[in-house]
């Protein structure tokens, strides 16, 4: 009888172990099915263009953009023999530092005082986030107007002072500065939301009881407000410079890179070589570069966030 | 607990005059699209008397209506492109259990660090090769798959309870009619927050559609403004500012009607 | 032949994390089974294994003497209630309970008869057009219920059904399900942490701990006759108290401060000089008089409940309770008189914890009650 049972089981056994397999191999087609639209257009759009990219920064083009020599890495020592590539690299870096902290600041400031309880504090929020649906185009016109040397706003306000005309967009001095400002202003719309999302989200019981303990606004601020608001933090940052290395429409729209090519930031100089010069081989090129250093700066952010973000 | 009356005006006052500034462009912009030309050029501030000759001349001159259409049609096969792309994948990552989910899910996390402006020349001569330049499906095709959507459903995926499958498990409904019929009703709301993201940033796209269109006929209203303010005089101010407040005034009514939906939902698909 | 049958069942987790181990129990038609255990002791993995939710990784699952391991779950004709009801929010109450039917394609005329009667069984009838949020706790406990009954399936599983619901419901809710189970005839497979749910509902119960059975058998054998101090100290409320003790010559020691005098006939079967654990129900801690008693201890706390009174006394190390009826007059200090005898007690290994000597006493009861 015992070998029967042994001689049972092993069928048994066999016939469970096969139907096993199946339902496996049924869920990782089940799935792969799930993902494959996903997978096929990142493919396409995403992981191909970024190889090719990479393999297009080894050669020459023609004016399709098809490879004809391969040249190495010429591309790259061209690129960075360039002083204009250069400048536009410190164009971009200069440009990330501007806007990165100013957009931070500007837009946690707004969500604090817009995270109190008070009558008519929802127009408010509406207003400080409205700049999210402005679009780069509009934002652009708008403040090419604001900019303007004799009829724009800024101007006008500074000649009450008597203070001279400035050349906002026409002063090398002054035009990555404007661009940044302009820049600021479409960011924080977005930026706001999200910091004003992560204020909402931390529990009103810690400020009660610090309240009781009867901790002052600023220490609250300092002690409760930043350290459980650091993940929403570090989400904006890197969202807010890897948009920064990204720009591109108000470079275009108010400046064309110019004056002096003060402005032509990273991707304006990607876009003016492969599409107005035909350069794609040198464009790739940069657009390497550029990706580099996402990736670089993402994988820093990750290191650094693991570190010192503080997660409820 | 009630503020003191102090804190309250400097509070209110904080407010306003940040008010003030973030909105000053577009009030500006506001108000030179309905001043009447010479006053613009004065240098006014507060107009005078009130036109809509801008509005007139912006539709008049430029095919400003064909271009909305353009933009709204693309902007539409965008979301829901990316409204039915993430949610297969977020389902997958949340309700299928198969062997290499998790290193698929970080292929998706890495797709966040590659930048689309430094893949944009291959993509140009793809779109190219295919034909599809001067296309709405050129326009839209290369935005279908999205990480960031595909976090934020399967952030709200997760909190269906895994009961609800495994009842549906032992009813006998399949993936597809439980993802149909289930999910998708469930999650309702998160789906709308990304939409309504997804039509945002699609709306406001200015790279891509300046290089994929050439001619009138596909051009979307970002593109035509661009067009409008570089083939404008200098005393056309407010026709130029006419347009751009007719392109921005539907995403503008999107975001008031889905401010707070939209800062909900991107705070939890922003933050694991 | 059972209806179920688990056969040296287990389940782990990446091939290391064992949650089940050598699982074998039998279980019949038409009974009301209840697999009870602390949190993680893996009753709720054991009935999802037998639902299909999660593969067996060894043994055998048998359901009417065939195998059926590698079923998915809906083709092991059966039911689930979960603990926190998994209704579909967006459905109506008549959409959810109709939901498996459709699922399965079942005739509309036939979903329509079986919602009917469902509905007017379980009291639902005026809550059809409602969605899962208008409804309170129990309504929603109600149509998770009626989910399952208008299944027709033979089997049904249930994950803690009651868990969510305050006392009061619970205790009704407790009885509407036996009913319900008694008068469809179903195979019930039900999982609680609550012991007196257990004792209260089941016709056996599987003890579970540590992924291991503990004990199989009735509520009352398994009150009277606990295999181990697991069952011992889990079955029961109070829980049985306990003592280390030993018999030395003519004595009972416990907890080397309880003394109580043996006859040779009372304790053949314990072994002398060995660490034994003696344990004593609350109710056989009885009440002594100045002149009836065989111990006098410490109240170090008293439970007045109205209809009874648990007094908490030192022993040694321990704290034992009684539960004494009416209400006594009793105060924490007082030195209580008090009636103990061997006969009442249990004894277990103090090495391996298993039982080595039911309370002798209750079966004269037994007798005594037929």
Redesign the interface.
Same mark, same amino acid.
């Given at each position: 009888m015992n070998e029967a049972a042994v001689s049972l089981g092993s069928d048994a056994a066999k016939l469970i172990e096969k139907a096993k397999k199946q339902r496996r191999t049924k869920n990782l087609i089940k799935g792969l099915l799930f993902l494959l639209p996903s997978l096929v257009f990142f493919s396409i759009f995403l992981f191909y263009p970024m190889i090719r990219t990479v393999y297009l920064s080894f050669f020459l083009t023609n004016a399709s953009g098809a490879p004809t020599v391969f040249v190495g890495l010429d591309n790259f020592a061209q690129i960075f023999s360039s002083p204009l590539f250069l400048k536009s690299l410190k164009t971009t870096f200069l440009f990330v530092l501007y806007t990165v902290p100013g957009t931070i600041v500007i837009s946690l400031f707004l969500a604090v005082i817009a995270n109190e309880k008070l009558r008519g504090i929802g127009m408010f929020r509406t207003i400080f986030s409205s700049t999210m649906g402005i679009s780069v185009a509009a934002a652009s016109v708008f403040w090419m107007f604001l900019f303007h040397p004799t009829m724009g706003w800024l101007n006008q306000f500074l000649s009450i002072f008597g203070v001279e005309a400035i050349g906002w967009l026409t002063d090398p001095k002054w035009a990555l500065l404007s661009v940044s400002i302009s820049t600021i202003w479409m960011n924080i719309g977005f930026t706001f939301l999200i910091l004003l999302g992560g204020l909402q989200s931390i529990d009103s019981y810690l400020y009660e009881s610090a309240d009781i303990d009867g901790a002052g606004y600023f220490y609250k601020l300092r002690r409760i407000t930043i350290p459980m608001l650091s993940p929403t933090l570090f989400f904006v940052v890197t969202v807010t410079l890897i948009n920064a290395f990204q720009t591109f429409g108000q470079v275009d729209m108010l400046t064309r890179g110019g004056p002096q090519n003060e402005t032509s930031v990273i991707v304006y100089s990607i876009y003016r070589d492969a599409f107005v010069n035909y350069q794609y081989g040198t464009a790739s090129a940069q657009a390497v570069i550029l990706f580099v250093i996402i990736l670089g700066l993402t994988l820093l952010q990750f290191k650094l966030g693991e570190r010192k973000v503080h997660y409820q | 607990?009630t503020?003191p009356f102090y804190k309250?005006v400097v509070?209110?006052l904080?407010?306003s005059v940040?008010?003030f500034f973030?909105?000053?462009?577009?009030i500006?912009?506001l108000l030179?699209s309905f001043m009447p030309g010479e006053q613009?050029?004065t240098?006014t501030?507060i107009p005078k008397s009130f036109t809509l000759e801008h509005y007139r001349q912006a539709f008049e001159r430029f095919p400003l209506l064909s271009y909305l259409t353009n933009s709204l049609l693309v902007s539409l096969l965008i979301m829901a492109g990316q409204l039915?792309?993430?949610s297969?994948?977020a389902?997958?990552f949340v309700f299928?259990?198969?062997?290499?989910?998790d290193a698929?899910f970080f292929?998706?996390i890495a797709?966040?660090?590659?930048?689309? $402006? =430094? +893949?944009? *020349?291959?993509?140009?001569?793809?779109i190219r090769d295919l034909n599809f330049l001067n296309t709405y499906t050129g326009l839209s095709?290369?935005?279908?798959?999205m990480a960031f959507g595909?976090f934020l459903l399967r952030q709200n995926f997760k909190q269906i309870?895994k009961?609800?499958k $495994? =009842? +549906?498990? *032992?009813?006998?409904?399949g993936?597809l009619?439980f993802?149909l019929t289930?999910v998708l009703?469930?999650a309702?709301t998160s789906l709308v927050t990304l939409g309504v993201y997804g039509f945002?940033s699609a709306?406001?796209m200015?790279?891509w559609p300046?290089?994929a269109t050439t001619d009138d006929s596909v051009r979307t209203v970002?593109?035509g403004?661009?067009q409008l303010?570089s083939q404008e005089q200098l005393n056309e101010?407010g026709v130029?500012?006419a347009?751009?407040i007719i392109?921005?005034l539907p995403?503008?009514i999107?975001?008031?009607l889905g401010?707070k939906k939209?800062?909900?939902g991107?705070?939890e698909g922003?933050?694991? | 032949m059972s209806y179920i049958e688990l056969s040296n069942v287990s389940k782990s987790y990446d091939k290391q994390r064992s949650v089940l181990n050598g699982i074998d129990v039998s279980i019949e038609k038409g009974e009301f089974f209840v697999l009870v255990g602390p949190s993680g002791s893996g009753k709720s993995t054991l009935l999802r294994l037998i639902a299909g939710l999660e593969e067996i990784t060894g043994g055998e699952l048998h359901m009417n003497g065939k195998v059926i391991n590698h079923l998915p779950p809906k083709d092991r004709h059966l039911s689930m209630v979960f603990q926190n009801y998994a209704l579909y929010p967006h459905l109506t109450v008549e959409q959810n309970i109709l939901f498996g039917l459709n699922a399965k394609k079942v005739d509309k005329k036939e979903q329509k008869q079986r919602l009917h009667k469902t509905a007017e069984m379980m009291g639902l009838t005026e809550l059809l057009k409602r969605k899962p949020r208008q409804l309170s706790g129990g309504q929603r406990q109600r149509v998770a219920l009626a989910r399952s009954v208008v299944s027709e399936a033979p089997l049904c599983l249930m994950d803690e059904p009651l868990s969510n619901l305050d006392a009061k419901l619970r205790a009704h809710m407790r009885m509407e399900i036996r009913q319900l189970q008694k008068k469809l005839g179903l195979t019930m497979v039900y999982v609680t942490h609550d012991q007196v749910e257990a004792m209260t509902m089941g016709d056996r119960i599987m003890v579970l701990n540590d992924g291991k059975v503990q004990q199989v058998g009735k509520p009352i054998e398994l009150y009277n006759k606990p295999a181990n101090l697991f069952v011992a100290s889990f079955i029961g409320s109070p829980k049985m108290n306990m003592g280390r003790a030993v018999i030395k010559g003519q004595q009972l020691v416990i907890e080397e401060s309880l003394f109580i005098p043996v006859k040779a006939a009372d304790v053949i079967d314990i072994p002398k000089n060995k660490r034994l654990i003696a344990g004593i129900r609350a109710e056989h801690l009885f009440k002594g008089t100045s002149e009836e008693k065989t111990h006098v201890l410490d109240v170090i706390n008293v439970e007045q409940l109205g209809n009874e009174t648990m007094v908490t006394f030192e022993v040694g190390g321990e704290f034992w309770t009684a539960k004494w009826l009416g209400q006594q007059i009793v105060h924490t200090g007082d030195r209580v008189p008090v009636q103990l005898s061997v006969e009442h007690m249990s004894f277990f290994d103090a090495d391996t914890g298993k039982l080595i000597k039911a309370a002798s006493s209750l079966k004269q009861k037994e007798g005594v009650a037929i």
């Open positions: - | 607990m503020m309250k509070l209110y904080l407010l940040s008010a973030i909105f000053a462009p577009a500006m912009a030179m613009i050029l240098g501030i039915l792309l993430s297969l994948a389902y997958a299928l259990e198969f062997k290499g989910r698929l292929l998706f797709t966040m660090m590659i930048p689309f $402006e =430094a +893949s944009i *020349i291959p993509n140009f001569q793809t095709l290369p935005f279908f798959a595909t309870p009961e609800l $495994e =009842a +549906s498990e *032992i009813a006998g409904m993936d009619k993802y289930v009703p469930v309702k945002l709306w406001n200015y790279l300046l290089l970002q593109i403004l661009k303010q101010w130029i500012m347009g751009g392109v921005v995403t503008l999107l975001l008031f401010q939209l800062q909900k991107l705070t922003a933050l694991k | -």
